[in-house]
Structure formats: structure tokens, C-alpha cells
């Protein structure tokens, strides 16, 4: 049975889907201004894997992950810039979805924009305003009342009497801690008409409106990073429950954060905890089970040394399925795969998984040496498909895979590799060099051994 861990319980829970067999999940997205970094990269990522198991043990999964592109720091760059908000945001959800891409994360199955989905924000504020949850202030804001909602604080822990101690008061304000729901803008870029004049939306309220549109009032789970617990999930809670009577999301998970001396990874470090210029210095499979290495809850440290660890790993099991055909059929359930499943059960331990999976990397070399090929390529085949539930899909070796879907290719060397074999035990040296180059020629490597030949792609 799966178990999540639920940050509004702060404890694990056993996962009851609202809707028997299907999973409704709402992340938050990212805000398009600059290029995405390795903060976003962990937490897409995780999320990215929690789909891909969900699918995997017979779940259908509605996956929404919003973009902000209207907010502050958005108009802020565009102004540095001297270009528009919308191409700035544009070429930024392109930057952004080419790494995702690059990354091996899969496509959300609605990505809605903020300037795509006003009306239904607009009409949210509306809600909050007939039942007394928000108020017109004096600038022309339309702002969330806290003292209208007595469970605030309740995700987060946040104590809302020390909390109006650090912030700077607002005259416009009937509370110095209540959040904006719609700002009042006359003049300038990213404007729209309201009952209250023109203006854009806050960014709290952007997120309830838009899981409410797709997902419907009551969802199984929100997403995001640590970061986001206090004020932005804290105040969507407040907003949503206020407006619906309702309780809004059963599941809150959130991913800790990535640090770099003892600092968190922002966008404002600049260039070099940018995906774009990560992925130009590491393939795509050692990222990616760098940011698997630490469980999804804790603090993920960036540095070269973690970095070259999850190097040597994947080094470790590209060596282990170097010379088996890992294109075998499907069989059996197994012990790995009963014990990878109880691992994601517990609340996605990763890290768990990984050291089951690396069981089977042994499994599988002791095999080799054995020369028992034909349980060594089962257990690859195994350990393959499991890897890609991680979405590690190995793609040094994937020009493997090409093979399956040629038959007529893949024939042609296994008949080669079998002719080889012949010449070489009966010491028809000529012929086997003559086959050992028409196999590279096909982009084939051979290796020879005791027990006969293995081979791999180029």
C-alpha cells in the first residue's frame, strides 16, 4: 500500500485516491523570467517520477502544472531587457521546456498559463468577497483578510502574532499580514479589466483558481518545493477552503531544497546553477540520478563530489549491462521488482530503491561471469525497466534499442556475430577480422573472451 508523506499532517499517510484508480496532481510551475535552474530541476524531476510510478502500478494521472508568466520579477526583466513581457515569457517557457526535454521529463497533461486564465481568477476574488474573505483597500487592492480564516498558519506552523513583527506595515491594509488578491495597475504592460478597476492578479490566488478549473474543488495532491510552504501554500489553503467551505487538497508533498554552500540555489546565482549550462557539462542520466540520490524530503547538496558519485554509479551499471541483450521479452514478477515496489511505496524512497536496484547490478555481473547469458540479459531487462520508471533511460546505450524496432538489422548481427564465432574456433583468423569490421561498420563493438564474444553499440 502506497504511503505519502503530508506536510499539512507532518506525517506518513496511506494514500486513498478521491476517485477509485485515478490520482488528480496539481505542482506548481515555474516563473518564466530567466532560465530555470537546478532547484526546479530536483523538484520536476521528483514529480516527474512520482507520475511515472503512479502510471506504472495502474493509476490514471491528471497532472497539471501551471506557469507564471505576469509577476514582478517577470516585468522587471522585461524592462532590463528592453523587450516585451510576452517575449520574454515566451522565450522562456521555450528555454524552459527544451530543458525538461533534455532532462527526460515527461510533458505535464495541461500546462496552463496565468494570462490564459483571468476570468476564472477574477471570479475566485468574487467568491472571497460576497462571503466577507476580502476587502477592498483604500489603494484600490483587493486584499485577503487573515483574521477571516482561524486556521491560518496551520501548514506551515507560522505563528501570526510573531509574524506581524516582520512585516513592514501597509496604511492601505486592515491587517499588515493580509495578501493581495488583485493589485490595482492602471497604466503599463500585463493589465486586464476587473470590477475593480484594471490590474493584474496576485500570486497566491493564481494557483487555487487555476487547480479549481482543472482539477475541480477537492484534489488529491498539490506539489512543490519547500519553499513554497510559507506564504504561497499556506495562503492558497486559506483562499481556497474560505471560498469553496471545502477541504480543498487531501495530499501536500514538498521536495527539500538544493544547496550549495550552505546556501540555497536561486535564479539570482546566475549562470552556473542554470540547467542549460549543467546539461552542456553532464549527461542527461548522471544529473538526474544526482537528484535521486538524497531522499525527496531532504536537503540535496550541489557540489562536484556528489556530482562525481552519481557519475562512477552510472559508470557501475553501464558496465553491468555491457554485453547483454537487455531487449529480452517480459517475465515473470520477481524479488526486485516486489522490492522496488514496497521501497516507492514508503513515501518514494528513492535512495532505498537504488541500493535494491544495485543488488541486481550484482546479480547481473555475477551471471556474466558465469557465463549465463541468457539470466544475466532477464535481469537486464529487468533492471532496465526499472531504471525507466526513475526516468533513467540510459541514453549512452540507446542506440540499442533502435534494433528492436529493425529486425531485419538485428538479425543480421546476431548471424555475424555467430559466423565470427565459428572462424574464431577454428582459428580462421582472416574471416573473424573481416566480420569484426563489417560489425563496426554497422556501428558494433566486440569484444572477445574466454566463453566467446559479447557485443555493444558504438
Known amino acids: 500500500m502506497l504511503k505519502i508523506y503530508n506536510t499539512l499532517s507532518k506525517k506518513k499517510e496511506k494514500f486513498k485516491a478521491i476517485y477509485n484508480g485515478n490520482v488528480n496532481l496539481y505542482v506548481c510551475g515555474s516563473t518564466v523570467y530567466d532560465l530555470c535552474h537546478i532547484g526546479h530541476a530536483r523538484t520536476f524531476v521528483f514529480f516527474d517520477i512520482m507520475v511515472r510510478y503512479l502510471r506504472f502500478i495502474g493509476y490514471n494521472v491528471k497532472y497539471v502544472r501551471n506557469i507564471t508568466d505576469v509577476d514582478n520579477k517577470i516585468l522587471n526583466k522585461a524592462k532590463e531587457n528592453g523587450e516585451s513581457v510576452s517575449s520574454l515569457t515566451d522565450r522562456m517557457i521555450l528555454e524552459m521546456n527544451n530543458d525538461f526535454c533534455n532532462l527526460n521529463i515527461l510533458s505535464p497533461d495541461l500546462e496552463p498559463r496565468v494570462t490564459n486564465n483571468i476570468k476564472c481568477i477574477i471570479d475566485l476574488i468574487i467568491i472571497l468577497l460576497k462571503k466577507k474573505y476580502a476587502y477592498l483597500a483604500k489603494n484600490g487592492d483587493v486584499l485577503f483578510s487573515i483574521n477571516s480564516y482561524s486556521e491560518y498558519g496551520y501548514l506551515s506552523g507560522q505563528n501570526l502574532k510573531l509574524l506581524k513583527n516582520r512585516i513592514k506595515h501597509n496604511y492601505s491594509k486592515d491587517n499588515i499580514s493580509d495578501f493581495v488578491l488583485w493589485k490595482r495597475v492602471d497604466y503599463g504592460e500585463c493589465i ?53 467551505n471545502n477541504g480543498y487538497v487531501n495530499y501536500w508533498m514538498h521536495t527539500g531544497l538544493v544547496v550549495c554552500d550552505k546556501k540555497k540555489i536561486s535564479k539570482s546565482h546566475g549562470n552556473f546553477f542554470n540547467l542549460k549550462y549543467i546539461l552542456s557539462k553532464y549527461n542527461v542520466d548522471y544529473l538526474r540520478y544526482f537528484l535521486i540520490s538524497s531522499h525527496y524530503r531532504n536537503i540535496l547538496y550541489y557540489n562536484d563530489d556528489n556530482l562525481c558519485n552519481a557519475k562512477n554509479s552510472l559508470k557501475k551499471i553501464y558496465n553491468a549491462l555491457y554485453g547483454t541483450n537487455y531487449l529480452v521479452s517480459n517475465f515473470s514478477e520477481d524479488d526486485f521488482r516486489i522490492r522496488f ?13 537504488i541500493s535494491i536496484l544495485f543488488e541486481l547490478i550484482d546479480e547481473i555481473n555475477i551471471f556474466k561471469k558465469k557465463n549465463n547469458l541468457l539470466i544475466a540479459n532477464k535481469l537486464a531487462s529487468r533492471l532496465i525497466e526499472l531504471f525507466s520508471i526513475l526516468g533513467i533511460s540510459f541514453f549512452k546505450l ?16 546476431k548471424k555475424l556475430i555467430l ?12 574471416i573473424a577480422d573481416r ?14 573472451g574466454l566463453h566467446g564474444s559479447i557485443w555493444k553499440i558504438k
Not at 563496426?440 to 566486440?446: E, F, K, N, R, T
Request: glycine share 8%; proline share 4%; with cysteine.
Open 419 to 430: 559466423k565470427r564465432d565459428a572462424a574464431r574456433r577454428t582459428c580462421n583468423w582472416c
Open 398 to 413: 540507446k542506440n540499442i534499442v533502435n534494433f528492436k524496432n529493425n529486425d531485419k538489422k538485428y538479425n543480421l548481427i
Open 192 to 244: 486586464w479589466s476587473s470590477p475593480w478597476g484594471l490590474g493584474r492578479p496576485g500570486w497566491h490566488i493564481e494557483c487555487s483558481a487555476i487547480s479549481q478549473k482543472y482539477l475541480g474543488i477537492h484534489y488529491d495532491i498539490h506539489g512543490g518545493g519547500s519553499d513554497l510552504i510559507f506564504p504561497h501554500h499556506e495562503n492558497e489553503i486559506a483562499q481556497s477552503i474560505c471560498a469553496y
Open 341 to 353: 515496489c514496497q521501497a516507492m511505496n514508503d513515501d518514494f524512497n528513492i535512495p532505498k530503491v
Open 435 to 448: 566480420i569484426r569490421n563489417k560489425l563496426y561498420s554497422l556501428g558494433v563493438l566486440v569484444e572477445d
